[in-house]
């Protein structure tokens, strides 16, 4: 079965810092992964997905993560925050063949600070 | 092009009702997930539809139904409210069943008493 782990159940950076949102996951073959993105009183948005074309993907809003087998790991980066981007930022897994069933993480809520 | 819809948005039900949630999904989309989300369990997958058939399910009692129509529209059942089914009904709907590209809608809210 497939699970993630995202660390940092908050995260606060300054407005034009590095965001560095981290998910590991945990699965027997080759997942699919993604990452979306819930602002307040809203449904969920993608901002990007891994599907083992490229190990480094780049998403919307200058959001891009990288999947490294080695460390199970596919952490979600941004070079400078904006304070539009606050919002909570949830890391999903699903096997390839699985459907639509995804596998969320419990979630990192990202503040901007000015 | 329209997104996701569903309705209500808010409902407030009493234990021991039922509920339907209706899902209206992206022109074209064949595909319809439903997701709960509490701020105990995050975010739980309930079934996948596709082609009216049900594709998925999640780890959900059997109050817990579903269903989708050949216009690909679909609504979602609850029946016997408890206090612990209050949360956040989102729909999700995809071009086909493992497309993995998932549109979320904006969710149904709903509160139990």
């Known amino acids: 079965a497939q699970s993630v782990t995202q660390l940092g159940s908050h995260v606060s950076v300054s407005e034009g810092a590095l965001v560095l949102l981290r998910c590991n996951y945990s699965s027997s073959v080759p997942p699919y992964l993604f990452w979306y993105v819930q602002y307040p009183n809203q449904g969920l948005q993608l901002l990007l997905k891994?599907?083992?074309?490229?190990?480094l993907v780049k998403g919307i809003n200058g959001f891009e993560a990288e999947f490294k087998k080695s460390e199970t790991s596919f952490h979600l980066t941004k070079p400078s925050a904006h304070m539009s981007d606050a919002a909570e930022y949830f890391c999903a897994v699903s096997a390839a063949g699985g459907g639509n069933k995804l596998t969320f993480g419990t979630g990192t809520q990202l503040k901007v600070e000015l | 092009k329209a997104g996701v819809t569903q309705t209500p948005r808010y409902l407030i039900k009493t234990r021991g009702q039922q509920v339907t949630l209706s899902c209206s999904p992206i022109s074209g989309h064949r595909s319809v997930s439903w997701y709960q989300q509490t701020p105990g369990q995050g975010l739980q997958f309930l079934f996948e539809?596709?082609?009216?058939?049900?594709?998925n399910k999640g780890n959900f009692p059997g109050r817990f139904s579903g269903r989708q129509f050949s216009n690909s529209r679909s609504e979602m059942n609850v029946s016997t409210l408890e206090l612990g089914d209050s949360a956040l009904y989102l729909c999700a709907s995809s071009l086909s069943a493992g497309a993995n590209v998932l549109t979320f809608g904006a969710g149904s809210r709903l509160t139990v008493l």
């Open positions: 891994y599907t083992s074309a490229a190990t």
């Open positions: 539809y596709f082609s009216e058939t049900q594709r």
